[in-house]
């Protein structure tokens, strides 16, 4: 089992500056590095306090100035709100300018208020994120590239500059059911998935889906990705406080996922939501050193590739920083031995 660094920018007090909150991702990346974390991942979402990346390749470029050699992965990059053209380009410029440590997560999107605000329609974005990513890997892999589909048609297209790495970065697919991870694998993309805030037998079905849909030998080796809210506490006044944020998180997550969304100013409008404290904990992987080791030997005999974790669900910077510190210590060192300094394909 490896761990990644999940880079979410969570931005609930909009009164902290901009500027700072990603200051503090620099800072938060750059110790990741060094404690042996083996990717940053950055998501991408527009018109929200949720997640604060309108252009994840913007940041990863920030991020890659300030460390020196840990992947850095999109997830994900919305192909539908995107003319694929112009995104191949800026991937194409961001694995130049990163010297080839960019990796391309990739999803269809889950937020209609997006959609709406982006006037795409929800229910084309299934058929739209296939054209797009058939496109997109022509594009980053091929020259004089034509394309005659429902969304694009041209002649003889070549992107400039082309990719740094050959025949273009890594890419991820991200996806959520059964059938999506298993239809995923059968077309020889690695996965990211994420059980989101429910319990350990989703997370359980998710990578037992991805080792179903394996051809034998795993030839591709394909590699599953999934990302996990986690916090390695101080005290049990400290799990208490977290835990808290992490149902704050939560009643806003629910707000734009499963409705149409209330956002007043940028600000998603916190909803209520059935789940406990205790729910939140039963499901996350929050909590003391040992309890968060005790869990996620539970993940790591699922036969996970890596667990990205995200500590910034509305935790200060500082918190945050001595999280690492302590998941470094506590958790990582028991699975030291499958460690790596880099991600495959």
């Known amino acids: 089992m490896k761990f990644g660094f999940y880079l979410p920018c969570y931005y609930p007090d909009m009164s902290y500056p901009a500027a700072q909150l990603y200051r503090d991702t620099i800072e938060e990346a750059k110790l ?18 949720y997640l604060v990346h309108p252009s994840p390749l913007l940041t990863a470029v920030r991020v890659a100035a300030e460390t020196k050699s840990i992947p850095l992965i999109s997830a994900v990059l919305v192909l539908p709100f995107y003319d694929i053209r112009r995104l191949a380009g800026e991937i194409a410029q961001a694995d130049c300018l990163t010297d080839g440590r960019i990796q391309i997560g990739v999803g269809r999107g889950a937020f209609r208020y997006e959609f709406d605000r982006f ?15 058939n496109l997109l890997m022509a594009l980053l892999s091929e020259e ?7 969304y694009y048609k041209f002649d003889a297209l070549t992107i400039t500059p082309r990719p740094y790495q050959k025949p273009c970065p890594k890419i991820w697919v991200a996806a959520l059911s059964e059938g999506a991870i298993a239809g995923t694998v059968r077309r020889g993309f690695n996965v990211m998935t994420t059980p989101l805030r429910d ?3 989703a997370a359980s079905r ?3 889906a991805f080792l179903a849909a394996l051809p034998p030998g795993n030839p591709l080796n394909q590699k599953h990705s999934m ?9 049990d006044a400290d799990t208490t406080e977290k835990l808290q944020l992490a149902l704050e998180n939560h009643r806003r997550f629910v707000n734009v996922f499963e409705t149409p969304g209330t956002v007043k100013g940028g600000a998603i409008v916190p909803l209520d939501v059935p789940e406990t404290l205790e729910d939140i904990r039963q499901s996350l992987i929050i909590g003391s050193p040992q309890e968060c080791l005790d869990k996620i030997g539970h993940y790591a005999e699922l036969g996970i590739d890596d667990i990205q974790v995200n500590m910034n669900f509305g935790a200060s910077h500082r918190d945050v ?4 510190e302590r998941f470094a210590v506590h958790v990582m060192p028991h699975f030291k031995s499958t460690a790596s300094a880099e991600v495959t394909v």
């Open 321 to 324: 920083m001595g999280a690492l």
């Open 32 to 49: 990741a590095e060094e404690l042996g974390f083996i990717s940053l991942t950055i998501p991408e979402h527009h018109f929200i306090n």
């Open 206 to 208: 998710q990578a037992k």
């Open 144 to 150: 004089e590239v034509s394309w005659d589909s429902k």
């Open 199 to 201: 319990p350990f037998e």
């Open 227 to 235: 990302l996990r809210m986690g916090f390695v506490t101080k005290n």
């Open 119 to 133: 006037n795409v329609p929800v229910e084309e974005s299934r058929d739209r994120f296939d054209d797009s990513l």
